[in-house]
């Protein structure tokens, strides 16, 4: 099909540009005939579709990846050309998704990324906004301790359900990395829409405005948004690897007892990678931004 002949897997780790432009592409026409052909559940649709898109060759590096670990022992350096892998994919995701919510008219945004707002909402333990109204900005919690054990217990569930959608599916991890990056997207998108409508009602809205919208948009979720993802993917590789040694081998070989200990060592990797996102979270974004 036209989508997985864009980039090959097998140079999906290699060519960083074209991994992150096959992102965009999935993402955007994703979007697009999600607008168009599926209105009404569009916020869904596009997830759906842009997962299709890429599955493919999320399948293929975890198969790579479980290749690797039968003649590796060193866990961070095998699988951290697939973790860039995985990074990049998202990376685009976000851009097409936030580029998008800033290009698309009002009237639309109900209906393409209603699924998105009411998330959104619920991370920040508000009400689903009501019919008409801008959804809440994300990260505007009150900071504390308290806070910060609810983000991370949060996100651990996500890092739990990444796996064993990736142990079940081999690529089911791939949904929630992509709605991840399509909530994050309409939160940078709503934030840069806000700024300018701000700027723009005030007359001050400039080149150097625009830019200091976009910036501040994707500094303040992507600061914390990267780290967080990041430890989705580990957690995402962890169950993919596994899962497919299973496959090939009994639940008794030596390779399957080998990738258990590693898959075993990126889910620890992956909730210390949890912590970090969520102390910067709730304590670097917002002095920050």
């Known amino acids: 099909m036209v ?22 592409a999935c993402a955007v026409i ?13 916020s869904l649709m596009m997830v759906f579709l842009t997962v299709m898109g ?13 290749h690797r670990e039968e003649v590796s022992t060193h866990v961070w350096k095998t699988h951290s050309r697939a973790i860039k892998a995985y990074l990049l994919l998202f990376v685009g995701f976000v851009l097409a998704f936030s580029i998008c919510y800033v290009l698309l008219p009002e009237g639309d ?25 801008r959804p809440c ?19 651990v569930i996500v890092m739990i359900v990444a796996f064993f959608l990736s142990f079940a599916y081999g690529f089911g991890a791939l949904i929630v990395i992509t709605f991840n990056a399509s909530v994050i997207g309409a939160a940078i998108g709503d ?13 001050l809205i400039s ?17 914390h948004g990267i780290p967080e993802i990041t430890a989705y993917i580990i957690s995402a590789i962890a169950g993919g690897i596994l899962s497919h040694a299973i496959c090939r081998f009994s639940i008794r070989h030596a390779i399957t007892r080998m990738i258990m200990k590693h898959s075993a060592i990126m889910f620890g990797m992956a ?15 917002p002095w920050i931004f």
Do not use: W
């Not at 994703?30 to 569009?42: D, E, G, N, Q, R």
């Not at 209906?111 to 009501?130: D, E, T, W």
């Open 207 to 223: 080149i150097s405005g625009y830019m200091s919208a976009i910036s501040s948009g994707y500094g303040r979720y992507l600061l």
């Open 54 to 66: 890429c599955a493919h060759l999320v399948f293929a590096l975890i198969v790579a990846e479980e």
């Open 109 to 133: 945004l109900g209906n393409s990324f209603a699924a998105q707002h009411k998330a959104i909402n619920m991370i920040n333990g508000r009400c689903l906004p009501v019919e008409g109204e």
């Open 191 to 203: 934030f840069i829409r806000t700024r300018l409508a701000l700027g723009s009602g005030i007359g």
């Open 3 to 24: 989508l997985e002949s864009i980039i090959r897997p097998g140079d999906a780790e290699k060519k960083n540009i074209s991994i992150l432009m096959m992102g965009v």
């Open 271 to 285: 909730f210390l990678v949890v912590l970090v996102s969520g102390i910067i979270e709730v304590f670097v974004t």
């Open 137 to 155: 900005a994300l990260g505007d919690a009150v900071s504390g301790a308290a806070i910060l054990s609810k983000i991370i217990f949060n996100n």
């Open 30 to 42: 994703a979007i697009v005939l999600s607008t168009i052909l599926f209105s009404p559940f569009a």
